[in-house]
């Protein structure tokens, strides 16, 4: 089982950037496909996909973040980045990674806050 230790998190002013990382205990190199998600603090609103990144690099991302977010990986740090830039007051959330596609309960680790400032 890998550990998905979340930072980088912080408040910033909208249209600022931010860039998480994701720092895992082992390997990463035999997962295929990560993710990021994020928590909002209303109550009722279930933690969304931000995007994906596969092995070969390729990625995908939720309309609300395209353009914005961009998401990288350096297998050989165990390490998944998330790029933010041109953030928004809606963007403030709890960010969180775990495996694409089909997030692993065992694999939330504590997130990252993000506030955004208008």
């Known amino acids: 089982q890998v550990e998905l230790v979340e930072s980088g998190g912080g408040l910033v002013q909208a249209g600022g950037s931010l860039r998480l990382s994701c720092a895992a205990s082992?390997?990463?190199?035999?997962?295929?496909?990560l993710g990021w998600y994020r928590q909002f603090q209303a109550p009722g609103r279930q933690r969304e996909l931000v995007?994906?990144?596969?092995?070969?690099?390729?990625?995908a991302y939720r309309d609300s973040v395209k353009g914005r977010f961009t998401i990288s990986r350096n297998n050989a740090k165990n390490t998944v980045y998330l790029q933010m830039n041109s953030l928004k007051p809606e963007d403030t959330a709890v960010y969180y990674c775990?495996?694409?596609?089909?997030?692993?309960?065992?694999?939330w680790g504590q997130g990252t806050q993000v506030t955004v400032s208008s």
């Open positions: 775990n495996l694409g596609y089909y997030p692993k309960d065992d694999y």
């Open positions: 995007g994906l990144i596969h092995s070969d690099g390729n990625t």
């Open positions: 082992g390997s990463i190199d035999s997962i295929k496909v």
